[in-house]
Nanobody, 128 residues
Framework: QVQLIESGGGLVHTGGSLSVSCAASGRTFSRINVAWFRQSPGKERVFVAALRWNGGYTYYADSVKGRFAISRDNAKTTIYLQMDSLEPEDTAVYYC?????????????????????WGQGTQVTVSS
């Protein structure tokens, strides 16, 4: 079992920055692949960024590449998503996710089906 709790969402103006965090507990965090997804009202949950358990692989959706950065602190068992140059289109509920199979196929890490555990989500709103 892995418990994930997001925090740090809020309201920001276009062009601003925001950082969201996800505190993990319940399992050996250093061996877990992690990711962020987001979901807007009436739309499917979509991939934002992923980070392999050993830090050797990161992947970003094209829409956030160059603006967002995923990272992890194994000592604090926490995942971060730094979001810069925010746009109204980034408005969504942001979810962190954990995949406890450290050797999952890399291409699968962009799909929500690869992740067994999810946080409750945190709202990010970007005003124009």
């Amino acid at each position: 079992q892995v418990q994930l709790i997001e925090s740090g969402g809020g309201l920001v103006h276009t062009g601003g920055s925001l950082s969201v965090s996800c505190a993990a507990s319940g399992r050996t965090f250093s061996r877990i692949n992690v990711a962020w997804f987001r979901q807007s009202p009436g739309k499917e949950r979509v991939f934002v960024a992923a980070l392999r358990w050993n830090g050797g692989y990161t992947y970003y959706a094209d829409s956030v590449k160059g603006r967002f950065a995923i990272s992890r602190d194994n000592a604090k068992t926490t995942i971060y998503l730094q979001m810069d140059s925010l746009e109204p289109e980034d408005t969504a509920v942001y979810y962190c996710a954990a995949d406890v199979e450290p050797y999952s196929i890399l291409s699968s890490l962009r799909s929500p089906t690869a992740y067994e555990y999810w946080g409750q989500g945190t709202q990010v709103t970007v005003s124009s």
